[in-house]
């Protein structure tokens, strides 16, 4: 599968993580999904498969996504912390970046658009609109958007 049609979901929350990697199998299974419990387990895993965080010195094993699904509040690092890792780094700089919240404080939008975020959207959480801003989400960043190539 190219890797226009993958994506990452990055969310603390289990349950959030089942209800989204249903809604892929059942209504987008066009898309290539992996996910992380945390911003830190991504970071990790850029380390660990790309070698130095994408520094290109080593082979790349890991897939670079058409899209990043970030959700905001996160312990440990938190979706702005993991956010401003990633965009400080070319190979990842100009994946789109999407913060998913349910928190809509003014400051926290702010943030994140300033730390580089793509867009910042309202976290649903009722299966039907889940699978209606996943698909919109989809269809926008990962077929419609022309990003650079890297």
Same mark, same amino acid.
């Not at 059942?26 to 419990?37: D, E, I, T, W």
């Given at each position: 599968?190219?890797?226009?049609?993958?994506?990452?979901?990055?969310d603390?929350?289990?349950?959030?993580?089942?209800?989204?990697?249903?809604?892929?199998?059942?209504?987008?299974?066009?898309?290539?999904?992996?996910?992380?419990? *945390?911003?830190? !387990?991504?970071y990790? /895993?850029?380390?660990?498969?790309?070698? #130095? =965080?994408?520094?290109?010195?080593? %082979?790349?094993?890991?897939?670079?996504?058409?899209?990043?699904?970030?959700?905001?509040?996160?312990?440990?690092?938190?979706?702005?912390?993991?956010?401003?890792?990633?965009?400080?780094?070319?190979?990842?700089?100009?994946?789109?970046?999407?913060?998913?919240?349910?928190?809509? *404080?003014?400051? !926290?939008?702010?943030? /994140?658009?300033?730390?580089?975020?793509? #867009? =910042?959207?309202?976290?649903?959480? %009722?299966?039907?609109?889940?699978?209606?801003?996943?698909?919109?989400?989809?269809?926008y960043?990962?077929?419609?958007?022309?990003?650079?190539?890297?």
């Open positions: 599968m190219p890797a226009e049609s993958m994506l990452y979901v990055v603390d929350e289990a349950d959030y993580r089942f209800l989204v990697n249903q809604v892929f199998k059942r209504s987008l299974p066009q898309y290539a999904v992996r996910f992380f419990a *945390s911003g830190y !387990e991504l990790e /895993c850029i380390l660990t498969e790309s070698g #130095s =965080f994408g520094s290109g010195r080593k %082979e790349n094993s890991l897939v670079h996504p058409g899209l990043i699904l970030l959700d905001l509040h996160m312990p440990d690092f938190s979706g702005l912390q993991t956010l401003t890792y990633l965009k400080q780094h070319l190979q990842w700089r100009r994946i789109p970046t999407v913060i998913m919240s349910s928190s809509l *404080s003014t400051e !926290e939008k702010g943030a /994140c658009y300033d730390a580089g975020a793509n #867009s =910042f959207l309202n976290k649903p959480t %009722e299966l039907n609109q889940l699978t209606e801003t996943m698909q919109s989400v989809c269809r960043w990962l077929e419609f958007n022309r990003s650079p190539k890297m």
